[in-house]
C-alpha cells in the first residue's frame, strides 16, 4: 500500500488491505500496539518495526511475524508512522525522519507530553500529525486510547486513526491541551490498578493466604467489579454501599483507607504524573 492520498481505511484481514503500519521503537507500547493489531485480524505483512536492540528486534520479528526495517524502509514504505520512542530519545528520531518523509505520510505519536506542534515543527511541510494516548491493555483488544489532531491532519487522517485504533479498544477525541491530563488518567492508569492488585495480593499473604490463591481472589474481583461498573452503568459509590453492610466487615476496611489517606494520595499522584507530562513537552519547547 503506497498510494497515500487516498487515505485507506483500517480493517479486518477480509478487507483488501489495511494501511500499513510503521511503529517506530518497538518497546512495551509499540509491541502492545502491533500485538493487538495482530489480533484484531491485521496481517503481519501489513506491520513493519524499527527498534535499536538487534536481539530486541530478532526476537519480536519471530514471535510477532512482523517486519523489523531500517528507517528509512519505514519512512517509504508504511501510510502511517507510530512514534512509540520514549519522549527523551525524540531529537535523533526527528531529525532523521525529517529528511525521510515527504510531508504526506501520516505521524501518530503516542509520547507522553510531546504536543503535535513539535513534530510539525521539525518535520516541516505540512505533516499530518495525530496525538495519542494510548494504555498496554491494547495487547488484549481493551484499550483506552484519546486522539488529538495536529494542524495539518485531516478529518480523513482522523477517522484512519479511529478506526485504526478502534481494533485494540475504546477511542475518544479530546482536545490536544487534556492530553496531560489524559496521560496521568489513563495512560498510566493501568499501572495504579496492577499496583492496587499487588497490594490486596500481599494483604491476602498478610493473612495466610497461599499466593496462588490470594491472586485468583483479587484479580477475579477487580475484573468482576470492574465488569460490573462498565456493563450496570452503576455509580462506583453506589456499588461500594452494596458491599458495605451496616456494622460489617467492609466499613472498618473503609476507615482504614480513608485514616491512611488513600484517596487524597490518588488525587496527589495523578496531579504528579500530568505534572510530568507537562514537564516532557516543556523540554522540548523552544527546539
Ligand atoms: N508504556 C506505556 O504504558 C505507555 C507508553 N506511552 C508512550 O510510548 C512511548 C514508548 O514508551 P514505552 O513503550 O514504555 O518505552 P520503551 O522504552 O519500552 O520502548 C521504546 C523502545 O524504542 C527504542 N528506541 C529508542 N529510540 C529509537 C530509535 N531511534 N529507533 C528505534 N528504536 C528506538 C528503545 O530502545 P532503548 O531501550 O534503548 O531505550 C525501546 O526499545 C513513550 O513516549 C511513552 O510516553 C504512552 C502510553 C502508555
Ligand atoms: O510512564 C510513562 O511515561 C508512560 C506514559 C503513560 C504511561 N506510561
Avoid at 513493519?48 to 519471530?62: D, K, N, S
Avoid at 535523533?92 to 506542534?117: F, K, Y
Avoid at 497490594?199 to 468482576?224: C, F, H, W
Amino acid at each position: 500500500m503506497t498510494d497515500r492520498d487516498s487515505v485507506p481505511e483500517a480493517g479486518t484481514s477480509s478487507a483488501p488491505a489495511n494501511p500499513v503500519v510503521a511503529v517506530l521503537g518497538a518497546g512495551k507500547i509499540g509491541e502492545a500496539l502491533m500485538s493487538g493489531l495482530l489480533h484484531s485480524g491485521y496481517r503481519p505483512e501489513e506491520l513493519l518495526f524499527t527498534e535499536r536492540h538487534p536481539e530486541r528486534a530478532a526476537e519480536l520479528a519471530e514471535r510477532l511475524a512482523a517486519r523489523h526495517v531500517e528507517l528509512d524502509e519505514a519512512a517509504a514504505t508504511a501510510d502511517v508512522l507510530v512514534v512509540a520512542v520514549k519522549p527523551q530519545d525524540i531529537d535523533p528520531l526527528l531529525e532523521r525522519l525529517a529528511g525521510l518523509i515527504d510531508g504526506r505520510t501520516l505521524l501518530v505519536s503516542l509520547c507522553a507530553g510531546l504536543p503535535t506542534s513539535l513534530f510539525e515543527r521539525r518535520l516541516g511541510g505540512a505533516c499530518p500529525v495525530v496525538r495519542v494516548m494510548p494504555n498496554t491493555p491494547m495487547v488484549i483488544g481493551e484499550a483506552m486510547c484519546a486522539i488529538s489532531p495536529g494542524s495539518h491532519a485531516t478529518d480523513a487522517h482522523v477517522k484512519l486513526v479511529e478506526q485504526l485504533l478502534s481494533s485494540v479498544g475504546e477511542v475518544v477525541s479530546i482536545p490536544e491541551e487534556k492530553q496531560d491530563a489524559v496521560t496521568a488518567l489513563s495512560g498510566s492508569g493501568p499501572a495504579y490498578v496492577f499496583f492496587l492488585v499487588e497490594a490486596m495480593i500481599d494483604a491476602g499473604i498478610l493473612l495466610g493466604l497461599p499466593r496462588n490463591v490470594a491472586e485468583k481472589l483479587i484479580i477475579q474481583s477487580t475484573y468482576g467489579a470492574t465488569k460490573m461498573l462498565a456493563e450496570t452503568g452503576e455509580h462506583p459509590v453506589t456499588l461500594r454501599e452494596a458491599v458495605t453492610s451496616p456494622g460489617g466487615t467492609t466499613i472498618n476496611a473503609i476507615r482504614e483507607l480513608e485514616n491512611h489517606g488513600v484517596r487524597a494520595a490518588f488525587l496527589s499522584a495523578i496531579e504528579a504524573a500530568r505534572d510530568r507530562s507537562v514537564e516532557l513537552g516543556k523540554a522540548h519547547e523552544d527546539s
